[in-house]
C-alpha cells in the first residue's frame, strides 16, 4: 500500500514558476513508475509527466521543455518543477504510483496506475 500526498500548488501569473512535491508512504517507493496527471474543469485527466526508479523520464508535448519531473528515493519524495506556466497549465495536479515496468510504456495512461494523491490546484493568471 502506497499512500500519496501532494503539495506545492497555488496561484502564480503566466511565466511564472511552481515545484509540486509528492510524499509517498511505503518502503518500496523507489520500485514504482511515479507520474504527475492534471485534470482541468470540465475535461479528462491527463498525463503530464512520468519517472522510473533510475530517473528515466518522459513528458507529454504539451509541457516538455518547461515542466521537469525528479525524485528522490530517499526522501520518498517526486516532485513537478513548472517553469513558464500558461493559463492553459491551470488544472488541479495529481501524484500517482503504478508498479508495471518501464518497457511496458503503461506510464501514459491513468488506468494503469494503482495509487493516486488527493490532488492540488495549479491557477495560472494570465
Known amino acids: 500500500q502506497v499512500q500519496l500526498v501532494e503539495s506545492g500548488g497555488g496561484l502564480v501569473q503566466a511565466g511564472g514558476s511552481l515545484r509540486l512535491s509528492c510524499a509517498a508512504s511505503?518502503?518500496?517507493?523507489?520500485?514504482?513508475?511515479m507520474g504527475w496527471f492534471r485534470q482541468a474543469p470540465g475535461k479528462e485527466r491527463e498525463f503530464v509527466a512520468a519517472?522510473?526508479?533510475?530517473?528515466?523520464?518522459t513528458y507529454a508535448d504539451s509541457v516538455k521543455g518547461r515542466f521537469t519531473i525528479s525524485r528522490d528515493n530517499v526522501k520518498n519524495t517526486v516532485y513537478l518543477q513548472m517553469n513558464s506556466l500558461k493559463p492553459e497549465d491551470t488544472a488541479v495536479y495529481y501524484c500517482?504510483?503504478?508498479?508495471?515496468?518501464?518497457?511496458?510504456?503503461?506510464?501514459?495512461?491513468?488506468?494503469?496506475?494503482?495509487?493516486w494523491g488527493q490532488g492540488t490546484q495549479v491557477t495560472v493568471s494570465s
Open positions: 511505503g518502503r518500496t517507493f523507489s520500485r514504482y513508475v
Open positions: 519517472i522510473n526508479w533510475s530517473r528515466s523520464s
Open positions: 500517482a504510483a503504478q508498479g508495471h515496468p518501464w518497457y511496458s510504456g503503461r506510464y501514459y495512461y491513468k488506468e494503469e496506475y494503482d495509487y
